[in-house]
């Protein structure tokens, strides 16, 4: 384990104080809530490198102000963080629905991309995608799969051109709830369908643990239908199988644990149950597994993202407010970087 590296640089999300929280649910975590319990982790002497956001209320306003972007540069560099990844809010209308849908797909693709060339522009977003979803549900999108799925594609690649004129790049999360994207099959259609230069696939390792168990298409399926969890050689190599069909596309990586369950809140459809660092029911090795998202065929440091960033939604607020949460998710991601990380020197 070498300590001494300095890459991937280590995010953690915003989001989770948003997603899953509000009506029917636990009141919205603020973003200087989040903040701060981020800048206040520490695990022997280290400390998060920065923040992936949300682009949505209450932490922010996508139509901001030349102004405002300066002030959240601002505040976010006085706190010595980078921002990352942002996820487009574009939850507005679908990428498969009318053409008025589409439309407003596009305009927040379209917003989040200018957030992120204004952020880029200020010095505090040295890397990081903007991350996209289908906006629709697997229902809508089985009533027709080969029309809908075209649909996505067509306005995917639309997107890639809008962000493409910021200089952006885009990465499509796959997700059980979102169509197009809700099954390992599904996922790689629509990836192939779009194959743009600045499109690829956003890994999540909790989402990415449900693609094994695909029972829509043998072909895909990592897992046999006896598996238990304690078979880890089994599960292993339905992890590295997965993943190499993924990996040529994975453009962004989260880092997460799953006790292989869907779970949601509030206005949030059920998807991959995120857990804690150390629950007892999670199902992942998470320092183990994410080398097969950062290492190669070969097991050779790829070196393809500049950080990574821990994923933890809907969880509740007494254990998103917790300190101790965040330094136990900063000691997985620090052993992460450095069991399949790598040193970089500026200087040479």
């Known amino acids: ?68 972007l300066n002030k959240l540069a601002d505040k976010v560099g006085a706190l010595n963080l980078n921002i990352g990844t942002l996820v487009a809010p574009v939850w507005g209308g679908s990428a498969m629905g009318s053409k008025t849908d589409r439309a407003l797909y596009l305009e927040m693709v379209r917003k989040s991309c200018r957030f992120g ?22 229902a809508d999108w089985a009533k027709d799969p080969l029309a809908n799925t075209r649909l996505i594609a067509e306005t ?44 690829g696939f956003q890994a999540d390792m909790a989402h990415t643990l449900l693609y094994m168990l695909e029972e829509h298409s043998p072909r895909y399926r990592m897992l046999p239908p006896d598996f238990t969890w304690d078979d880890r050689a089994t599960f292993n190599a339905g992890m590295e199988r997965m993943a190499s069909y993924l990996r040529p596309w994975t453009l962004d990586f989260h880092v997460a644990q799953s006790d292989g369950t869907v779970f949601g809140s509030g206005s949030h459809d059920k998807t991959g149950r995120h857990c804690t660092a150390t629950d007892r029911h999670g199902k992942l090795d998470i320092v183990h597994d994410a080398g ?16 990574i960033c821990w994923d933890g939604c ?13 330094n136990a998710v900063l000691e997985k991601l620090i052993k992460i970087r450095a069991a399949h990380g790598w040193r970089h020197d500026p200087a040479g």
Not at 117 to 138: F, K
Not at 182 to 187: G, I, T
Not at 295 to 305: H, I, L, S, Y
Request: glycine share 10%.
């Open 1 to 68: 384990m070498d300590n001494n590296n300095n890459f991937p640089k280590l995010h953690n999300a915003t989001w989770p104080g948003i997603v899953g929280k509000g009506e029917n649910s636990e009141p919205p975590i603020n973003l200087d809530q989040l903040l701060e319990l981020t800048i206040s982790a520490e695990f022997e002497g280290h400390k998060f490198d920065g923040i992936d956001i949300g682009l949505w209320a209450p932490h922010f306003d996508i139509n901001i102000s030349d102004g405002g």
């Open 117 to 138: 060339q204004r952020l880029r522009e200020l010095g505090v977003r040295p890397y990081g995608v903007v991350r996209i979803d289908s906006a629709c549900s697997t």
């Open 156 to 199: 995917f690649s639309a997107a890639c051109d809008i962000a493409a004129d910021y200089g952006e790049t885009l990465a499509a999360e796959g997700e059980v709830c979102w169509g197009g994207m809700h099954s390992l099959e599904a996922m790689i259609t629509t990836l192939e369908s779009v194959d743009r230069p600045n499109f």
């Open 292 to 307: 097969y998202w950062l290492r190669d065929e070969n097991g050779a440091v790829t070196k393809t993202f500049k950080h």
């Open 314 to 326: 809907m969880f509740p607020n007494q254990v998103m407010l917790d300190p101790q949460t965040w």
